[in-house]
């Protein structure tokens, strides 16, 4: 079974921060890829935000690079997402993403809403 948890979503001002977390109960694979996507209103498609192996190797997409930090707790199975300078193109529904060793092994939390007014 797998349980994926997202917090911490919310709605700011432009400029502001905010601090994304996501807890993962697993029981049956070990968890080698975190990372966090979003998807902007209207859209259909997620973007890679950034992710984190278990082996602490850290990926960020340009939209989150100088701005963006993610922290990863193998032990906790968490992955959190700071965010600072924000932008109304930030907004947008967070998601967390888990995926084993084996590629089919690919899971999603269900979304935390960050919104970012001018």
């Known amino acids: 079974q797998v349980r994926i948890v997202e917090s911490g979503g919310d709605s700011v001002q432009s400029g502001e921060s905010l601090r994304l977390s996501c807890t993962v109960s697993v029981d049956f694979f070990i968890v080698a890829v975190m990372g966090w996507y979003r998807q902007a209103p209207g859209g259909s498609q997620r973007e890679l935000v950034g992710?984190?192996?278990?082996?602490?190797?850290?990926n960020y997409a340009d939209v989150a690079r100088d701005r963006f930090t993610m922290s990863r707790d193998n032990a906790k199975n968490t992955l959190s997402l700071e965010m600072h300078h924000l932008k109304p193109e930030d907004t947008g529904l967070y998601f967390c993403?888990?995926?084993?060793?084996?590629?089919?092994?690919?899971?999603w939390g269900s979304g935390t809403l960050v919104t970012v007014s001018a």
């Open positions: 993403n888990v995926r084993g060793y084996n590629p089919q092994l690919n899971y």
């Open positions: 992710n984190v192996t278990r082996d602490g190797i850290s």
